[in-house]
């Protein structure tokens, strides 16, 4: 059976030429469905929880369309912008969208505009909250192959930065040391400790790749979050990271020894260490060269390609992606595989010739008429 998956969006508003400007205050007073981020130059929305792609594609698409309505009536020039970081500035200032807010105010004295950046949360209904533990144990230690498929941050105030994914090579992760939680007592136990620290303000104030979720954390959870994926604004490639999330836990819920506390040959003295520090150290390497990069797996610690691990799991899921109809979804993983993804592509513009502006230009015309043909093709009218 198919599991529930809603996403969380963050995106920027601005000018066609690529140029970001702050607009979350007239855009969340006048569309429902849409949230302030701390900094202005970003807003959210959240898509409901469902369990079939073809909806979920709908759901993705019409907000964003009814916000590109909406920016057109305050200027024709306001769009959405493509991208995981301020690609065209400015970093150095941050924009409070609500400077009454006292979180808010905390965010941006301790972390900057490190935190002003734009990703996909990719949520993922689990029930059972020891099963939803050894999902978000199995995810996490390959959530740098998600963050690989949605790289695309290589930019940042104008200038290409030598990251693929700029966003999650400066995004602050928080607290410093977050474990591999064992069970849900584990995590319930650790959270409340974090809370008496002060190393979490709250229990939303756990910023990692991959975390468990619900309406009354710790307590009562009901899903797994992914939050290391970068903006992926192609809502078909991000189906498919999603049909690939979907498929490997699905996996895991057919074999519970996936889970690397188990089955992983690494020492069993110091095998959760050597699992984080495995998965740190592939975070930053994916963060550096995304499909490009060399990986240790945590199955044996031995070196492999990120482009060959999507490849074997790819593999090892698609049977399930068909058992449950959704290979369909699944397969464009391989064109991202063969053709990069979006930093890639955008680095091979800059190579050519072009400059940030002009290619962040470019994409948001191509945005638009995706958006357009999907909402034509596929969904009702906004």
Not at 36 to 47: A, F, G, K
Not at 124 to 146: F, N, Y
Not at 266 to 291: G, M, Q, Y
Request: charged share 20%; glycine share 4%.
């Amino acid at each position: 059976m198919l599991l529930s998956k809603g996403f969380e969006v963050e995106m920027y508003t601005g000018h066609t030429d690529g140029t970001i400007i702050g607009l979350s205050d007239k855009i969340v007073k006048s569309l429902s469905g849409f949230v302030r981020e701390p900094d202005s130059r970003n807003v959210e929305y959240t898509t409901p929880p469902l369990q079939h792609y073809d909806q979920l594609l709908c759901e993705l698409v019409t907000p964003r369309r009814r916000l590109r309505q909406f920016l057109k009536t305050l200027d024709p020039s306001y769009t959405i912008l493509p991208g995981s970081t301020l690609a065209t500035g400015n970093s150095q200032i941050f924009y409070r969208s609500d400077p009454k807010n006292p979180y808010h105010a905390y965010i941006e004295q301790t972390y900057g505009t490190n935190v002003v950046t734009a990703s996909i949360h990719i949520n993922l209904g689990i029930s059972d909250p020891e099963v939803l533990m050894r999902a978000c144990r199995l995810i996490r230690v390959e959530a740098p192959l998600i963050l690989a498929l949605s790289a695309s941050s290589p930019f940042l105030d104008n200038q290409v930065t030598g990251y693929h994914s700029s966003r999650w090579h400066v995004f602050p992760q928080t607290p410093s040391h977050v474990p591999l939680f064992e069970s849900h007592a584990h995590f319930i136990k650790w959270t409340e400790e974090q809370l008496k620290l002060g190393t979490m303000k709250n229990v939303r104030h756990l910023w990692n790749s991959v975390r468990p979720n619900g309406d009354c954390r710790p307590y009562k959870l009901n899903r797994l979050e992914v939050r290391i994926s970068d903006l992926v604004t192609d809502p078909i490639h991000l189906l498919a990271i999603t049909a690939l999330l979907e498929s490997r836990i699905l996996q895991l819920q057919q074999d519970p020894n996936l889970d690397p506390l188990v089955s992983s040959q690494l020492p069993s003295h110091n095998r959760h260490d050597d699992l984080l520090s495995i998965t740190e150290a592939n975070e930053k390497a994916v963060a550096k060269a995304s499909l490009d990069a060399e990986l240790q797996h945590w199955y044996d610690g031995q070196p492999i390609n990120t482009t060959d691990w999507i490849t074997q799991i790819y593999n090892e899921v698609l049977p399930i992606a068909k058992a449950q109809g959704i290979a369909c979804f699944l397969t464009p993983i391989k064109q991202i595989l063969r053709e990069g993804n979006q930093a890639q592509n955008w680095l091979k513009q800059v190579d050519t010739g072009l400059d940030v502006a002009q290619v962040m230009a470019q994409t948001i015309q191509i945005m638009e008429r995706q958006e357009q043909a999907l909402q034509s093709d596929l969904c009702q009218p906004v």
